[in-house]
């Protein structure tokens, strides 16, 4: 019997836009019983296609395969069939999973986050509020946390050097400006005082983050993202972001996202097409064309 597999293969060539960004995926034995075969874009990748079509099933495969869980080999087993071999090669990469019982995994990770706010688990909740929604819990992570994936660490960087301090702050006023043009219609302004982070209506009252509708919480922790990966090689996958935004929020997403990391290869699935609206029609993949029958 032939042994079903995922191999991920990454760009290694010396473009700075192309290092550790996805080149192809292939896998064997998705939901036991399909093939994929596919050629990622290295910018921007849309995936569109019914419910129940594997979109977010292939994301949560990259996600495991990318992360390198300690448990990422059972992890698989609920999408994909017994007995496979996974591979992840590429110029920083190097993971192997023999099979479902013997997981063999080594790797240097790469960079990369999975965006999957609207249903993420949460992996601290002793740390949590118990009042906490998870997508607050998300949002007070991504601004507050001390790991280097959060706007406090990166607000740090500004004490490294001079040219840090010029180039950190520079990026960060021009953040600051981007939320602050998407939040004009709610007429609030975002701020940062000292370690206080908030919003103050144009009325002067002074807003919490858990205070903001799901809508404004999953759109600043996207824009979080995209600022803190500072413009550096990065695989950002996202699962139905459009989930609570209005539609012009929708049309300016991916490209605000672009802006702040022309070096980000996003791969996103969606329901919306107001997310690929404007512009992005060629970059469309439908889920559909790619599951080939084994």
């Known amino acids: 019997m032939t042994n079903n597999f995922v191999s991920l293969c990454f760009h290694t060539n010396d473009t700075l836009t192309q290092v550790n960004m996805i080149r192809t995926v292939k896998i064997d034995g998705f939901w036991s019983q399909y093939s994929i075969d596919w050629k990622p874009y290295p910018d921007v990748n849309i995936l569109v296609g019914s419910n129940g079509s594997g979109k977010s099933t292939l994301l949560r495969i990259l ?3 990318l992360s390198c869980r300690a448990n990422a080999d059972l992890e698989l087993h609920r999408f994909l069939s017994h007995g496979y071999i996974l591979r992840i090669a590429g110029d920083n990469i190097d993971i192997k999973i023999h099979d479902g019982k013997n997981g063999n995994l080594c790797y240097n990770q790469c960079q990369y986050h999975f965006v999957n706010t609207f249903d993420e688990i949460i992996k601290e909740k002793k740390a949590l509020d118990q009042e906490m929604s998870p997508l607050s819990a998300r949002l007070m992570a991504a601004i507050f946390d001390t790991h280097e994936m959060s706007l406090n660490s990166y607000r740090l960087k500004a004490t490294e ?3 840090t301090s010029n180039r950190v702050n520079k990026r960060l006023q021009q953040w600051i400006s981007t939320v602050n043009d998407f939040f004009f219609t709610t007429r609030k302004t975002f701020c940062i005082q000292g370690n206080n982070v908030f919003f103050k209506h144009s ?3 002074k807003l919490s983050l858990e205070h903001l509708s799901a809508g404004e919480k999953q759109l600043l922790i996207i824009l979080t993202h995209a600022l803190i990966q500072d413009k550096e090689p990065f ?10 935004l209005d539609i012009d929020w929708q049309y300016k997403l991916v490209h605000t996202i672009r ?3 022309p070096s980000c290869q996003l791969i996103i699935a969606t329901h919306s097409p107001g997310i690929f609206g404007d512009g992005w029609n060629d970059k469309v993949i439908f889920m559909e064309e790619l599951l080939r029958k084994q």
């Open 63 to 65: 996600d495991i395969a």
């Open 161 to 163: 050097s001079q040219a």
């Open 203 to 205: 009325t002067g009252e």
């Open 235 to 244: 695989v950002l996958l996202m699962d139905e972001p459009e989930i609570s």
């Open 259 to 261: 802006k702040f990391n």
